[in-house]
């Protein structure tokens, strides 16, 4: 009888044993990463900050965010950065294979960064909204790639400088500026890939394939029209400028159509003058002030 309760005890001493090796978590929780694999995370760092530039992250119930500065990185899904009106900030590759500038009221975050065992790395970035540039070196390595998802598209690159705009209504258009991009886009299984070489565009509408290539025109000068509109104490702006550009009234961006063509209704103005700014995707601007009599 007392050898028998022995021997059940060692037993369950033993099972004891195999259950804390079998489920070392609920003991010390989830293993810590090394140091060298901290190390070897890929990022993207903020390099420069100007103005209402903010760091978010997607939680698990809400987002966080706090203002960005300089130093601050984005590695993971759902880690952005944010910029505001007259704001922009520039990102940097943790491998110095890309720099990415931030225009003002532009989201960018990370959808996958990656680095393969024979030294490939993947750089895919999201972007709702605003205007980024990059800058991308050549790759050494030929399974490295770096490209920017949109609402509409996808921009691939190797190497090369190259634009990229995301309009309120979800279209992009992509600039290469040097080398070539490969822009996609469509609806399902229906994507279609158009070559953008330098010195030429793209536009990428919802549910519609990339336009074919079309050169590049950095002329910021516009065709305008202002009549009275039938509302008492309104007027009518509208007038023709190159598709690619953009057009802000009173600090507004405007819809444009395929052909270049915007058209809006405001208040008179209170001081008589109305001020409509033509940015080009290179950063040049033209303003253009509508005067009415008093």
């Known amino acids: 009888m007392f050898r028998s309760s022995r021997a059940a005890l060692a037993l369950l001493l033993i099972a004891g044993i195999l259950l ?4 070392p978590i609920f003991a010390g929780g989830p293993p810590r990463r090394s140091q060298q694999q901290i190390s070897q995370e890929r990022y993207l760092e903020c390099t420069e900050v100007s103005g209402d530039v903010t760091y978010y992250k997607n939680g698990f119930l809400k ?48 959808k996958n960064l990656g680095r393969q ?38 921009a691939g690159v190797r190497g090369t400088d190259f634009i990229v705009i995301v309009k309120p209504n979800g279209e992009t258009q992509v600039i290469t500026v040097e080398g070539l991009v490969a822009v996609s886009g469509g609806t399902g299984n229906q994507q279609v890939t158009e070559v953008v070489g330098a010195g030429n565009y793209t536009i990428v509408k919802p549910g519609n394939p990339p336009t074919k290539p079309t050169p590049f025109n950095g002329d910021a000068r516009v065709s305008l029209e202002v009549l009275p509109a039938p509302e008492t104490g309104k007027v009518r702006v509208s007038g023709v400028v190159n598709p690619i550009n953009s057009v802000f009234l009173e600090g507004q961006s405007l819809p444009i159509s395929p052909t270049g063509e915007f058209e809006t209704v405001v208040s008179f103005p209170p001081q008589g003058i109305l001020k409509l700014l033509v940015r080009t995707p290179l950063g040049d601007e033209q303003v253009y002030e509508l005067k009415f009599p008093q």
């Open 117 to 154: 065992s024979n030294g490939a790395t993947t750089t895919e970035l999201r972007m709702n909204q605003g205007q980024l540039r990059s800058k991308v070196r050549s790759f050494t390595n030929p399974q490295s790639n770096f490209k920017i998802q949109t609402p509409t598209g996808v």
């Open 63 to 110: 987002q966080v965010q706090r203002q960005a500065k300089v130093g601050d990185r984005i590695s993971r899904p759902g880690e952005g950065i944010r910029t505001g009106v007259n704001s922009s900030a520039n990102l940097a590759t943790d491998n110095g294979i890309a720099n990415s500038r931030m225009s003002q009221n532009s989201n960018v975050s990370i």
């Open 20 to 23: 804390a090796i079998s489920f």
